[in-house]
């Protein structure tokens, strides 16, 4: 059974600029949640979907939105980047939501 | 609100030393605490978990945990680390539907 897979594993955009990235959750897993970890502040809630509705939320601004596919698949959306977004951003996947997590690798996002 | 504290930033240790790395949580009516490790530059793998039951759980490559009720702690120990054991750990609970994490314990394990 494959893992979670998120794409691009790397990326570097400049400020201003909008990223998409990407999260194929594990078979038959249904809900995907987003964190971001970084340096000073940890590992943070972003969002979380379930079967294409988002279910809980973070506590970061507007510029940070998710969707989610009918196939479980997620992406989420960072506009206006600033360097601050420069972090590991994690996804993961469940099918029982947060007691049973898988996580991806992670897509580092470095903003210049 | 829920939360863990994770009081040591950095555990050195020699190998096949004994170790043991501190979380403590908020108190709450149902408690479920989780142990993840991350790698450098990898993602978050699950190391154990405590939902209910036995206090005591244990993983696969020799880590166990204890759930505290009085204490209200979920210390992570290994009898006797080996440096592959060189990572970050992060305690986390479940708190309004979402993992919380501590703050990270960077485990260095020296030859």
């Known amino acids: 059974k494959a893992g979670v897979t998120q794409t691009p594993r790397y990326l570097i955009k400049t400020r201003g600029q909008q990223v998409t990235l990407s999260c194929s959750p594990i078979?038959?897993?249904?809900?995907v949640s987003w964190y971001q970890q970084t340096p000073g502040q940890g590992l943070q809630f972003l969002f979380e979907?379930?079967?294409?509705?988002?279910?809980n939320k973070g506590n970061f601004p507007g510029r940070f939105s998710g969707r989610q596919f009918s196939n479980s698949r997620s992406e989420m959306n960072v506009s206006t980047l600033e360097l601050g977004d420069s972090a590991l951003y994690l996804c993961?996947?469940?099918?029982?939501?947060?007691?049973?997590?898988?996580f991806g690798q992670g897509t580092r996002l470095t903003v210049v | 609100a829920q939360s863990v504290t994770q009081l040591d930033s950095q555990v050195p240790v020699f190998e096949e030393a004994p170790v043991e790395l501190r979380c403590n949580y908020s108190?709450?009516?149902?408690?479920?605490l989780f142990w993840y490790v991350q790698y450098p530059n990898q993602g978050l793998q699950l190391l154990l978990k405590?939902?209910?039951?036995?206090?005591l759980v244990e993983s696969i490559n020799g880590f166990e945990a204890e759930f505290n009720k009085s204490q209200t702690s979920f210390h992570l120990r290994k009898p006797s680390v080996h440096i592959s054991d060189t990572a970050e750990y992060f305690c986390?609970?479940?708190?309004?539907?979402?993992?919380?994490f501590g703050t990270g314990t960077r485990l260095q394990v020296f030859p």
């Open positions: 405590y939902l209910s039951g036995s206090t």
């Open positions: 979907y379930f079967s294409e509705t988002q279910r």
């Open positions: 078979s038959g897993h249904r809900s």
């Open positions: 993961a996947s469940s099918s029982q939501g947060a007691t049973e997590a898988f």
């Open positions: 986390a609970v479940v708190g309004s539907d979402k993992l919380i």
């Open positions: 108190s709450s009516v149902s408690v479920y």
